[in-house]
Every structure is written in C-alpha cells, then in structure tokens.
C-alpha cells in the first residue's frame, strides 16, 4: 500500500500563489520512483477533477488543460518521496479540496486509474 499525505493547503487571496506537497510512503520492496503521480481536485458539489499528472521518472507532464499549464506546475523530488504543485494567480473557481494520488507505471488522467489516494488538503481563495 502506498500512503499519501498532502499538506500546503489554506486561504489564499485572488492572484496569490500556494505550493502544496504530497509526502508518499511505498512499500519496502518499491521505491517512490516507480509511480506516477497526479493531483486532483474537488469543489463542492462538483465531481473529482483531474488537474496534472507526473510520469514516474519525471521525464514527463500531462496537463488537463492549456489554461492550467499556465498557471499550475509539477514537480517531483524522488529523495524525498514528495510531488509538488505549485500553483500561481490563483482565482475564486480554484477554491476546492486538492488530492495527490499514485498508480504504478505511466501516467493517467482518470479518478479510476489510481489506486492511492491522499486525504486532501483544502485551498481557498477570497475574491
């Protein structure tokens, strides 16, 4: 089982930025290299959407869409098992609770394709 952990989270005035990290731990006989890595997020009343997505060996990004590779960039640092999004002008409609998750092997833009999930951590912006 791998566990994930996100934190960096909290209330953010409009054009503010935030960096949220997800801290993963893997099984022994893995290491944090050999997943890929994504975030999502989630407002209220809306379903769970997909934001970016990191190839395991970092070689690669997938955005959901131009206007977010704008604004929002991943990063990974194996050495400390840790995936990143830093996120920048951020708006009202980005307020929702933001989750990193994991799967084995390349990378994938679906809720279903991964299998660990992090708790959340919640980010709001003031108008």
């Known amino acids: 089982q791998v566990q994930l952990v996100e934190s960096g989270g909290g209330l953010v005035q409009a054009g503010g930025s935030l960096r949220l990290s997800c801290v993963a731990s893997?099984?022994?006989?893995?290491?944090?290299?050999?997943?890929?890595m994504g975030w999502f997020r989630q407002a209220p009343g809306k379903e769970r959407e997909f934001i970016v997505a990191?190839?395991?060996?970092?070689?690669?990004?997938?955005y959901a869409a131009d206007s977010m590779k704008g604004r929002f960039t991943i990063s990974r640092d194996d050495a400390k098992n840790t995936v990143y999004l830093e996120m920048n002008s951020l708006k009202p409609e980005d307020t929702a609770v933001y989750y990193c998750?994991?799967?084995?092997?390349?990378?994938?833009?679906?809720?279903?394709?991964?299998?660990?999930w992090g708790q959340g951590t919640q980010v709001t912006v003031s108008s």
């Open positions: 998750a994991a799967r084995s092997g390349v990378m994938a833009a679906t809720v279903k394709s991964y299998p660990f």
């Open positions: 990191i190839r395991w060996d970092g070689t690669g990004t997938y």
């Open positions: 893997v099984p022994s006989d893995r290491t944090f290299s050999a997943y890929s």
